[in-house]
C-alpha cells in the first residue's frame, strides 16, 4: 500500500544514513554538530522562536496537483513527569477529491521538555483508507526507558528526541551553511540518529511573501515510500522565527512539496 501519508508527513522518513567521522565518535549518543571549518561539539538549543499558539499551515502538492494539507502547532499543556512541557501536534489530512480514492486523517502529538528540548512523550493517531493505527509512548529520559500502552518498556538513549522534536530543536540552532547536525531520534521502539546537513541560501516565494532560507538535507530511510534513491529537503527560513517553510521529497513514485500559506505567531 503506497501511503499518502508518507508525503503529508514527511519527517517520520528521517534516518541515520551515513558512518559517524572519528571526531564525532564520542557523541554519537547526543546530539552534536560539526561547523564548516570542521570544528565539532555538543549540540546546544539556542533560544525558542516559538510557544504556545504558533501555528504553520501548509499546502501538500504532488507535481502540479495540490493532494492535502497539513498542519504543525504549538499548543499549552500541563507538566508532564513534573516538568514543564509544550505539546507540539501536526495533523495531515487528504483533499476531499483524494478523499473519494483514498481519505487520510493522521494526527501526531509531541510532548517536549521546555528546558531540555527533547521528548517527553509522542503519540500517532493514523486513519488512512481502511489503516488504522494508534501508538503511545513515554519517553522517560533518566530512566532510560521508553514507555509503549501496548508494547511495554524498549530502551531509549537519554537525551532521545521524537520525530516534531527534532525539527522544532533545529529551529533553535543558528544555522549556517556547511553545518552538519547529528540528532538522537527514537520511534516506534527503535533509537535511530539523524544527521542533517545545511546545504545552502535561497528565496522562497510563498502567500507570506518572499522569505530568505537556508536548505538542510536530511538522510532518508531506506524502504517504503523512500528508498535510498529517496532525497528529502527542509527550507528553514533565515529570520528570527525560523519558520519550516517548505520540504519537498524526491521519492520513486514522484515529487512531494509541502509549501507554508498561512503563518500565526504565537500570542
Known sequence: ?????????????????????????????????????????????????????????????????????AVMEVKEHEDLQGRPVLEISNKARSASWVDRVFKIRDHIRSFMDVENRYSLGFHKEIREGRYERDMHAEYLQSEGVARYEKNGDVELVPGSHDIMTAIYLIRTVDLE??????????????????????LRQETVE??????????????????????????LWVWVSRDDRRLIVQLKSQAPIGAFTSLISKYTPAQ
Request: proline share 6%; net charge negative; hydrophobic share 45%.
Open 206 to 231: 510563498t502567500e507570506l511573501g518572499d522569505l530568505d532560507c537556508l536548505i538542510l538535507e536530511p538522510k532518508l530511510q531506506s524502504g517504503g515510500i523512500f528508498n535510498k534513491a529517496g532525497r
Open 177 to 198: 551553511p556547511g553545518m552538519r547536525l547529528g540528532i538522537p531520534l527514537h520511534d516506534d521502539k527503535k533509537n535511530y540518529h539523524v544527521e542533517v546537513e545545511v
Open 1 to 69: 500500500m503506497i501511503r499518502l501519508a508518507a508525503a503529508l508527513l514527511l519527517m517520520t522518513s528521517l534516518l541515520w544514513a551515513e558512518e559517524i567521522p572519528d571526531s564525532l565518535a564520542a557523541l554519537h549518543d547526543s546530539a552534536w554538530v560539526q561547523y564548516p571549518g570542521g570544528g565539532t561539539g555538543t549540540l546546544l538549543p539556542g533560544k525558542m522562536p516559538f510557544a504556545a499558539g504558533e501555528r504553520m499551515e501548509y499546502v501538500v502538492s504532488f507535481g502540479y496537483l495540490d493532494i492535502g494539507s
